[in-house]
């Protein structure tokens, strides 16, 4: 009975090593740089539309433009040609991520309804309460949620 006991304490310890061996090998996997399903960014909305008509829209991928290895969608050729002349201006925010959960440390898929443009940046929420709780600290959930993307987007050094 005690032999057995040992073994399997043996056996655990082993196993145990051998996880943090592997995990201590691996790479940090960063997260994606945009939002996306299907390789389509922000769920198929228009990133420029929330600028010049303050609205959310779905786009129907008439108008299309590849850009950093994902299709973007717009509701117009004039909203396509204007994000083509400088996409870095209409990119939402951490990747559109949710901007309150990535504050909170968690990297949330948005849903582009539920947005805000502070300081020329378009930040995507995954509802309403996200979104209201922002603004409450919004100078504070911003230094937060900087902070966490760049972290998450800095891989670690990891001996092999």
Known sequence: MF?????????????????????G??????????????NIAIDGYDPVAYFVSSKAHKADGTYQYVYKDMTWYFGS?????????????????FGGFCAYELADEDLV???????????????LFNDEDAKEDWFREIDAMLISAEGEWTR????????E
């Not at 948005?110 to 378009?122: E, K």
């Open 109 to 123: 898929n948005s849903d582009p309804q539920f947005w805000h443009i502070h300081n020329r940046g378009l930040y």
């Open 77 to 93: 050729d004039e909203n396509l040609q204007t994000f083509s002349a400088n996409p870095e201006s209409y990119v939402p925010k």
């Open 152 to 159: 998450l987007n800095t891989p670690e050094e990891v001996s």
């Open 25 to 38: 090998c691996s790479k940090t996997v960063k997260p994606a740089e945009v939002m996306s399903v299907e």
């Open 3 to 23: 032999i057995n006991f040992s073994k399997n304490i043996v056996t655990v310890v082993l196993i145990s090593l051998l996880g943090l061996f592997i995990a």
